[in-house]
């Protein structure tokens, strides 16, 4: 349960759509920033853009009471889509028009696709209260709802653009365009965008915030030895993220003699393979499969000092597809864990030099090193651990992040 501050007369009533938040495993990275919205006295309204049946972030349940669930598509959706256009057929038109602008007939098919849920939308916020500004997470379909939904209404509306979104390529020029601001979680991101529009005075880096404590201890704990050199990965088993890499390494290790534990907290497309891999390479007494764990319980193991480091070995795919800036490894620094990585999408924008170690993609040899020097380097790593905390806490600290975003949407409120 969160505190909300009363609401006060220059609050805002802010409109989040999210792809399934809080409906589903994925986007608990939202959860922070959404808390402090409301924590700073403004009404949040969430309206997922595809939410699925189970919550499986306990720390958000206290979001259900300020959101709606619907599915993309049912009688409700297309009734409310009718009424919306046999009251303004003419505003109706002209917010599906662009739509037109789609790069090819998949992308416009899913757009389509979008737009009664959109026009639905329109008539529930109007019915339930105009909000003062409509935020996105995501610039592809999702956007597409924002961007239909916010033309009707005549309300500002931004965007948070991630990664594989910007990749996409759905009418961002069109969006750019039409909303307020686009918010890029890292500078990479930005400038893909840019190089996409012409809108760069709408373009803004403003980082994915997670929570500290503000009485953190800054100083490196001296692991207790005589215990294997616990490991966690926390990432979707999905291609990007590079399981493959990191087992390999694994193995490496084991056949020089070292003890370790590695556990993979996620599920994915991916599992019976990532399963299949670690059969074969006789390590299923040192590598556990945690499946898909609530945010809750994963912060809580982050902050357990069960682990000794928290190891993402992020690839890019042969279709282009790289990370952004995850989430998984900030919360990591900002809970005193030894971080590794690769130097792949925006992961070098916040593991800089001196707060964590970071090798070339897909190389399990130098991924192994790395844990090595872990192992053996305690100084180094205190000196790590301290860098990594200072730079979330200025810069990826959500009472710093949510500051900014407030400001942003208060300039673009509705007048």
Known sequence: MIEVVQSSANSMHICYITHNLPYGAYEAFIIPELKYIMRSGHRVQVIPFLPEKNVTHQDCDFLLKHSVRMPLLNGAILLG????????PWAVVKSLVPLRKSRNLAVFMKNLAAAPKSLWLAGHLRRTGVPDHIHVHWINASATMAFITAAILNVPWSVT?????????NLIAEKVQACSFVRCINQNGASEIQRLTAGGEKICVLHMGVEM???ADWTAVTKERGRKFSILTPAN????KGHYYLIQAIRILRAQGEEIQLDLAGDGVLKKEIQG????????DCIRLLGQLSHAALLSRLVSDQYDCVVLPSIVTERGDMEGTPVALIEAM????PVISTKTGGIPELCREGTAILVQEKDSQALAEALLLLMRDASGGAARLAAAKTLVKEQ????????????????????
């Open 81 to 88: 889509a009718l009424q919306e256009v046999i009251r303004s």
């Open 161 to 169: 653009a991630h990664r594989g979104d910007i990749a996409a390529n």
């Open 213 to 215: 404590a503000e009485a």
């Open 237 to 240: 088993l999905v291609e990007v």
């Open 277 to 284: 891999q670690i059969k074969e390479a006789g390590l299923e």
């Open 334 to 337: 900002a809970a005193g864990i």
């Open 396 to 415: 990826f600290y959500i009472a710093t992040i949510g500051q900014e975003l407030l400001r942003l949407f208060e300039k673009f409120r509705k007048k």
